[in-house]
């Protein structure tokens, strides 16, 4: 499975951004996919996952502000940040996760949010 992200970019504080994250080669096994976030000299942390039965969950710091999605025919993610926070400052990676295969993940895309 290779997963391309993209939509990252440099938003003022308050403001938003969406990300989206499209899966070729054996993605319809997947099951979950999501992102998570990694800031230098952090450990990378999950942000949002969603299921092929598209139950999300989130990280406590992005709830009420952001928004997982799914398209399942295009086997695409999607994360939409609203109010978004200096502290969401990170690169942003797409992951997916296949039952019995593993975990994949795409390049980091960087999102930087300014005061």
């Known amino acids: 499975v290779q997963l391309q992200a993209c939509g990252g970019g440099l938003v003022q504080a308050g403001g938003s951004l969406r990300l989206s994250c499209a899966a070729s080669?054996?993605?319809?096994?997947?099951?979950?996919m999501g992102w998570y976030r990694q800031t230098p000299g952090k450990e990378r942390e999950v942000v949002a996952t969603?299921?092929?039965?598209?139950?999300?969950e989130y990280a406590d710091s992005v709830k009420g502000r952001f928004a997982i999605s799914r398209d399942n025919a295009r086997i695409t993610v999607y994360l939409q940040m609203n109010n978004l926070k200096i502290e969401d400052t990170a690169v942003y990676y797409c992951?997916?996760?296949?039952?019995?295969?593993?975990?994949?993940w795409g390049q980091g895309t960087l999102v930087t949010v300014s005061s």
């Open positions: 992951y997916a996760k296949i039952p019995f295969d593993g975990d994949f």
């Open positions: 080669g054996n993605r319809f096994m997947i099951d979950k």
């Open positions: 969603i299921n092929v039965a598209n139950r999300p």
